[in-house]
């Protein structure tokens, strides 16, 4: 049975802390952009935020996990009560540079488990027309790494006319709609933030956990 005490949401006095990432290592990257003015709004809605550049982040496997960039990864992973994913879209995809920073990032380590029942906003940037690509795929990964993925979303289609030189979003339907996806992601933040324990308790694991623990007392017995 579900706890419902569980369900109050404490009342948590620091401000909610965001991780943004995102899938590009252009220089005059829109995708960073895009993030960057994220951010802006997350501050200004009380958040505490943080980057990551994955300027330098091995391949997956290619690296020991021990590596610099790996840890300052997963620690800021850890850190983190909501991300923001901003990638590009490739050849009808999100990057590989968005994916392998996801798959450096364990579901769990011990107890610790750096994206579950977090909440997570998706955006992407395109070249091209309108495309929800990116986007889509990286819901089916919010979800892999059992993640709160917030139902709106942004994607920036032309993204090289939406930025101005000091890479500043243009006021747009687009500025909009990334204002009304990071007021979403704050408050899925603030309601779930303190209780993400609770939303990822599953019933099969549990009994999994049990059934293993029994099965220790026993031989223990023997
Ligand atoms: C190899 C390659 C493939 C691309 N594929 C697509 C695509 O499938 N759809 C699209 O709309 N734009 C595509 N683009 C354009 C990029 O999405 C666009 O340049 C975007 O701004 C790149 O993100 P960034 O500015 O953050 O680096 C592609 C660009 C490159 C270099």
């Given at each position: 049975m579900p706890d419902l005490a569980a369900l109050q949401p404490p009342r948590l006095a620091h401000r909610p802390r965001i991780l943004l990432l995102h899938g590009s290592l252009r220089e005059r990257s829109y995708s960073r952009f895009l993030m960057q003015e994220a951010a802006r709004l997350l501050e200004t809605f009380g958040a505490e935020t943080r980057f990551f550049d994955p300027s330098g982040l091995p391949l997956?496997?290619?690296?020991?996990?021990?590596?610099p960039k790996v840890q300052e990864l997963r620690n800021l992973s850890i850190w983190s009560e909501g991300q923001v994913w901003s990638s590009p879209e490739r050849h009808g995809a999100m990057t590989g540079i968005m994916k392998a920073q996801i798959d450096w990032i364990?579901?769990?380590?011990g107890a610790v488990r750096?994206?579950?029942?977090k909440t997570l906003a998706v955006m992407q940037v395109s070249?091209?027309?309108?495309?929800?690509n990116a986007v889509n795929q990286m819901r089916v990964l919010g979800r892999w790494m059992r993640m709160l993925t917030i139902p709106n979303q942004s994607s920036v289609a032309?993204?090289?006319?939406?930025?101005d030189e000091a890479g500043r979003m243009q006021p747009s339907p687009y500025y909009d709609r990334l204002v009304d996806v990071m007021e979403e992601l704050m408050k899925f933040t603030l309601l779930t933030r303190g209780v993400s324990d609770y939303l990822t308790s599953r019933y099969s694991e549990r009994k999994e956990a049990a059934e293993k623990a029994a099965a220790r007392v026993a031989q223990g017995a023997m």
């Open positions: 997956p496997d290619d690296a020991d996990p021990g590596h364990p579901l769990e380590v750096p994206t579950q029942g070249g091209g027309s309108q495309s929800f032309k993204a090289y006319e939406q930025f």
